[in-house]
């Protein structure tokens, strides 16, 4: 995966009966982040307009940090804007590199007309917010080391936040986050946007907690495998080189660290965390539950330049309610075999997802009869993979190849369609500062991901099991 530099509800209602309207403002700046559970995706955000062109009700936005991950979030708002009108104008982007900010701006001020987004570019944070007044969020896509000081100053400004993951590069530094919105009363939600993506959402609520069909789960395994050519140091031409003083002002020693920031201790975490915290965090969401210890093995096995550990496997205990699970993930940098995707293994079941897999696959253990598993499949909750290849076969003219395929597999509905990577998480960021919704990461569920994933270097560092305290996670 290329990676570019990233700089970056006390519910309100409505009354439907009152004829004196409530101000933009004063509704938004008045929403207050409340837990965890969220509402399943949907296009909601449709019935904010019925015209394609910008509204006073918009809410007006910033994004600090415009390189990979602020470019896709961008893009992904615009895509919604596309399909339907989501009630979103950026105003701003601020990013030290002039190549993105003048990339961002100009982006941004191409839809001026259509959608009323704004092009204001500001290479400091803090000049943008003394200029831009009138703004109601902020998403936060800077290097890791950056995340805590903008989001803070976004919370302290008045403003709410969408913060990329990892949370930052220290658990004191994510703690304080987590204050400063609880102080603000301002929502802040963290970039897992798995926990936004109606599929995974499916899973845990109706795969897992309703039909229960993994039984017990006692083990889980998961993987980001990243190719070499994926891996490379990003490199820049002269021409687009930051002066010195400007890359020492904003943390960094060289042009090198700057575009290959997540390789260096105390600006990143490596891929155990740049990566593996989206996967690692689906492991406690799923068990409902945070971990008793971890171990873990890492070194730089391959690129020995790099500060931070190229390969890592983990081991986590999780102390669920129903008992014990161990879960191991790994992530290398050498080679992609299977990509990424995480398995959840129960005595009765196991389900096998990832983000971009398109429907998500269930297996019954050969212990459970099928009877079991049927009224699930009847009210379509399930798809019996034999039972709709065979069909198609039959539909086609072509021979019934049931035999040819395991009797035990099957398959999520396809109801739940494809669901793009971050907008379903955009979305409940921005219709949780309507009201309309509450976060599905607010920033205490973030923290604990932190928690799990930074531990894992400290592990690796040690060289011993690392126990967690009920303490650990609490802010």
């Not at 394609?52 to 910033?62: E, N, Q, T």
């Not at 936040?161 to 004191?172: F, I, P, S």
């Not at 990003?234 to 290959?260: C, H």
Request: with cysteine.
């Amino acid at each position: 995966m290329k990676q570019e530099n990233q700089l970056s509800n006390d519910k309100v209602s409505r009354d439907a009966s009152s004829t004196e309207s409530v101000s933009r403002r004063s509704f938004i700046g008045s929403t207050a982040a409340v837990g965890a559970a969220g509402m399943l995706w949907a296009p909601a955000m449709v019935a904010h307009a019925k015209s394609s062109g910008p509204s006073k009700d918009d809410l007006k936005v910033a994004v600090v940090g415009y390189g990979a991950e602020g470019g896709v979030l961008i893009d992904s708002c615009l895509k919604m804007q596309k399909k339907h009108k989501v009630g979103v104008r950026f105003i701003a982007v601020c990013d030290i590199w002039p190549k993105n900010l003048k990339k961002g701006s100009s982006l941004l001020a191409r839809y001026k007309k259509k959608y009323g987004h704004e092009g204001h570019a500001y290479t400091d944070i803090d000049d943008m917010l003394a200029t831009e007044k009138d703004l109601d969020a902020v998403i936060v896509a800077t290097p890791d080391f950056w995340h805590a000081r903008h989001t803070i100053k976004c919370l302290e400004r008045g403003l709410h936040v969408y913060c990329e993951k990892e949370m930052a590069t220290t658990t004191q530094d994510a703690k304080e986050m987590v204050l400063a919105a609880r102080k603000a009363g301002k929502l802040l939600q963290i970039g897992h946007q798995r926990r936004s993506n109606p599929r995974y959402r499916y899973c845990y609520n109706t795969i897992i907690k309703e039909a229960n069909l993994l039984g017990r789960m006692t083990t889980i395994n998961g993987q980001w495998n990243r190719s070499k050519v994926a891996c490379v140091d990003l490199d820049w031409a002269p021409k687009d080189e930051i002066d010195q003083a400007v890359l020492t002002k904003y943390g960094f020693d060289s042009m090198q660290q700057f575009r290959n920031w997540r390789w260096y201790k105390g600006k990143g975490g490596g891929p155990i965390v740049d990566l593996g915290s989206h996967q690692i965090d689906i492991f406690s969401w799923f068990t409902d539950s945070t971990p008793t210890s971890v171990m873990a093995s890492g070194s730089t096995d391959y690129w020995t330049d790099h500060e931070l550990y190229d390969s890592v496997i983990a081991v986590f205990e999780f102390a669920s309610k129903k008992g014990r699970v161990r879960a191991s993930y790994q992530t290398i940098t050498t080679n992609s075999s299977d990509g990424y995707f995480e398995k959840f293994m129960g005595d009765e079941g196991t389900l096998v997802i990832s983000e971009p897999d398109a429907r998500g696959k269930l297996y019954r253990e050969s212990a459970v009869e099928a009877v079991q598993w049927e009224k699930w499949v009847k009210n379509g909750t399930i798809v019996d993979v034999a039972r709709e290849e065979a069909k198609a076969r039959e539909e086609a003219g072509l021979e019934d190849v049931r035999a040819s395929i395991p009797a035990a597999e099957y398959g999520l509905t396809t109801k739940l369609g494809k669901v793009p990577y971050h907008y379903p998480h955009l979305e409940n960021f921005f219709e949780s500062i309507r009201g309309n919704a509450t976060l599905n990461c607010p920033g205490e569920v973030g923290y604990e991901s932190a928690v799990m994933v930074l531990k894992v270097n400290e592990a690796i560092a040690a060289g011993k099991k690392l126990n967690f305290t009920k303490e650990d996670f609490h802010v």
